[in-house]
């Protein structure tokens, strides 16, 4: 953990010392040779905001059997960009090579390009969890090349501006750091500056478990065969984030979560807890034992949170004390992967709280500012606006706010005043809120804050540094529950007496335990070219029910990332545009 201190330290200074903006020089721009092995998402993305950038020599390439259709496709939409079969070609002429390929297939794929590495050049890899990657570099990357790593914290359809870009400087010189700078520009991310053990571990922190929470409700919904915002039971706010965001995770492709889950002992160990901690919430449940359900869940708010059980949350600060009737783990640096912390509810263990800046800000949600994007409301709103003649067409609305999507903002505004109406007996002071809305037993989020708990994480110590967007979402709708006594108290007893939640319920602990079962069949050394396929069939299973809902979601998904905005600066309040 000192390790780890230190270097987001440095990071810190260094963006300190970056006074003046980093650009490419114009020679750099006209002879740079700029390589891509992999033209999947991640790899087109960066090949189009190279080519933008005014970069005139950009060689990519794919695996050979798609050689013809990538040329064919390519071969007059960006500027300076040119075709290769294969990566020897890519390696050979590069300056910087960039792989952008699967996770469980870079070693492979290093081996076979690798030696033909242009001497003096720059290496890295785009990939989500970067163990394997450095120990590929290590093992088939010659000598007299440099090795300075990257890695998006975004997925492909999200905008560049702002987002966290990880850089590894792991066997270069600063000027070589400096050229890559440069090289990005064009994104304008903001640049982390990370070691690879410090990589995965951020990462674990900030994507296993809520990866875990998506896919575990997108499982138990298609279980149960049923559209969580046609049901009636999911009508609003926090359920709004947590449909939209599930959809958006089925919507991309399997390997992208695969990776991170299979391959990182971090993640593996994160999702199992996560697993645990829903099972023992829900034994609770079914046990009715409403006194040790709610015991346990305010234990785990003051822990992660900082709060008292009768204290209103306005914002996040260290936890008072933890004392030795906590049931969680003193934070303490995280555990060889081999031997993970574990505690039961109950057992003994103090220790000093977490260092957490006591001025934080929370990330301020509301129903209203959330219903505006639930899928059914919205629907209601495009007909409303048809029958008035105000629009209503699909394709208009697909367009995010801020392109010139005037009926996107039509169909937000008639979704508020649906909101507006609907919630006429909901009053809202930014804190406690009583509403005549059925509440949840949330049992995905309980058991998220649960996790973090058993595992000492504080989920806000990387929200300013290397946060997703879908982590800053996830911390807001779990904070935003967690805040008020009230609430959390609804959850509880929903929980206990309402028996509308509890197949649902069942299927979600069944779905995160079949999840965790498929990550730690698959991780290990390699990941295990079994578990990678069990984990890929569990994914497109789901991804096949919800799939005639992807383009609508994906729409709002979009439009929900950017209303819902993170301040980049660390306050993490959300504000509205």
């Known amino acids: 953990m000192p390790t780890m201190i230190c270097s987001f330290a440095r990071h810190f200074a260094r963006m300190s010392a970056m006074t003046t903006p980093i650009v490419p020089s114009q020679s750099e721009l006209d002879t740079l040779d700029i390589g891509i092995i992999g033209m999947g998402d991640m790899g087109r993305l ?7 950038a005014g970069f005139r020599h ?37 300056d910087v090579i960039i792989y952008s390929v699967e996770a469980a297939f870079l070693d492979a794929v290093v081996a076979q390009y690798g030696p033909s590495t242009k001497i003096g050049a720059i ?58 700078e440069r090289l990005f520009a064009n ?6 500056y990370l070691s690879y053990e410090e990589h995965d571990t951020v990462t674990a922190n900030t994507q296993a478990v809520t990866h875990a929470a998506f896919l575990s409700m997108g499982t138990a919904w298609r279980c149960s065969n049923s559209y969580p915002w046609d049901n009636g039971l999911y009508p609003r706010g926090i359920e709004t984030v947590k449909i939209n965001l599930m959809l958006r995770i089925y919507s991309a492709k399997w390997h992208v979560y695969a990776g991170l889950a299979l391959l990182n002992p971090s993640a593996r160990t994160q999702v199992s807890q996560y697993a645990e901690s829903a099972t023992a919430l829900f034994k609770l449940m079914i046990a009715e034992d409403e006194e040790a359900l709610v015991r346990r869940v305010f234990e785990a708010r003051r822990v992660v949170f900082g709060w008292e059980e009768g204290e ?25 992967p081999a031997t993970p912390a ?73 979704a508020t005043a649906a909101v507006t109406t609907r919630l006429s007996n909901t009053s809202t002071d930014g804190g406690a809120k009583t509403t ?32 997703t967007p879908l982590f800053r979402l996830w911390i807001g709708v779990s904070e935003y529950l967690f805040r008020s006594p009230t609430r959390l108290r609804a959850a ?86």
């Open 58 to 94: 950009i060689n990519v390439c794919d695996r050979p059997e798609n050689y013809e259709a990538l040329k064919a496709e390519l071969a007059e939409k960006e500027p300076g960009l040119t075709v290769y079969k294969d990566g020897h070609f890519v390696s050979r002429r590069s």
């Open 123 to 180: 290496v890295s890899a785009q990939t989500s969890v970067k163990a394997p990657e450095q120990k590929a570099f290590d093992a088939h990357l010659p000598q007299d090349v440099s090795i300075i790593s990257c890695h998006s914290l975004h997925g492909p359809k999200v905008d560049t501006t702002n987002q966290p870009l990880v850089l590894i400087q792991y066997r270069a010189t600063d000027a070589q750091l400096h050229l890559f």
């Open 46 to 52: 960066y090949a189009r905001k190279f080519a933008q």
């Open 492 to 577: 509880c007893s929903a929980a206990i007496h309402m028996s509308e939640f509890r197949a649902d319920d069942t299927e979600f602990v069944v779905a995160a335990r079949g999840w965790a079962q498929a990550v730690q069949f698959g991780g290990g050394e390699g990941g295990g070219v079994g578990g990678f396929e069990l984990y890929r069939w569990r994914f497109e299973d789901t991804a096949r029910f919800f799939k005639d809902r992807f383009d609508e979601a994906n729409a709002v998904g979009a439009e929900m990332l950017k209303v819902v905005a993170v301040d980049q600066q660390g306050q993490g309040q959300a504000v509205t545009k």
């Open 312 to 336: 209103e949350g306005e914002g996040v600060r260290p936890p008072l004390s933890r004392g030795e009737s906590s049931g969680f783990p003193a934070p303490v640096p995280p555990p060889p």
């Open 187 to 192: 994104f304008k991310s903001r640049y982390v």
């Open 342 to 414: 574990k505690a039961g509810f109950g057992d003994e263990i103090s220790g000093p709280p977490p260092s957490r800046p006591n001025n934080h800000q929370p990330i301020l949600m509301s129903d209203r500012l959330l219903d505006q994007f639930h899928l059914t409301l919205r629907r209601r709103a495009r007909e409303a606006l048809a029958e008035d003649g105000g629009g209503g067409d699909e394709e208009e609305d697909s367009t995010p706010p801020g392109n010139g999507a005037v009926n996107g903002t039509l169909l937000q505004q008639a």
């Open 436 to 467: 005549t809305d059925p509440p949840n037993s949330h049992l995905s989020l309980l058991a998220i804050v649960d996790s973090w708990a058993h595992l000492s994480i504080d989920p806000y110590a990387h929200l300013s540094l290397a946060a």
